[in-house]
């Protein structure tokens, strides 16, 4: 499979997945005043794709992910970290913004330029490697052949 593009790997992937359930990916939309008074942050639906590892793929586009997590109803917590904190807040402002109570989130998610990486060059966790598609399944981590890493993923549902 080394004359496999990105494009063609992925929208392998994409038929494999299709009837699957997909997750939803929020964005962060700034609080507006209503009559003087102001209102609390919302996370709103944006996209739907399937969540495969390090990827999103949308029925027409390519994400990296970002920050995961599950819409929750606010309410008054201890934390022993402020990191716990503005996690509690994002997962409140997705409840307020439409997410189902417990539904996955998606954040700070990055789109993926396939035709570029279909060119030879790199895009998000995309890269080509001696003609080869690869991904970085981790920030610390090595790359490896986007297809054996599809297939692992798909293996697993």
Do not use: K, N
């Not at 593009?5 to 997909?22: C, D, F, M, N």
């Not at 917590?77 to 409840?95: C, D, K, N």
């Not at 109570?101 to 895009?123: F, K, M, N, Y």
């Amino acid at each position: 499979m080394t004359d496999a593009t990105a494009s063609t790997l992925l929208a392998t992937a994409r038929e494999r997945l299709r009837g699957a359930p997909q997750e939803r990916l929020g964005e962060a939309v700034a609080p507006r005043r209503v009559f003087g008074l102001g209102r609390a942050a919302r996370v709103v639906p944006v996209h739907e794709a399937w969540h495969v590892g390090v990827l999103l793929l949308s029925d027409d586009a390519a994400f990296a992910t970002g920050e995961i997590l599950r819409a929750q109803s606010e309410a008054i917590r201890g934390f022993t970290a402020e990191s716990q904190r503005a996690r509690a807040e994002l997962a409140a402002a997705a409840r307020r913004g439409g997410f189902g109570e417990g539904e996955v989130v998606h954040l700070a998610w990055q789109p993926l330029d396939i035709p570029l990486v279909d060119r030879g060059g790199t895009s998000g966790p995309l890269s080509v490697v001696g003609g080869v598609v690869h991904v970085r399944w981790s920030a610390a981590g090595g790359t490896r052949p986007l297809a054996d890493y599809l297939a692992e993923q798909l293996s697993l549902r």
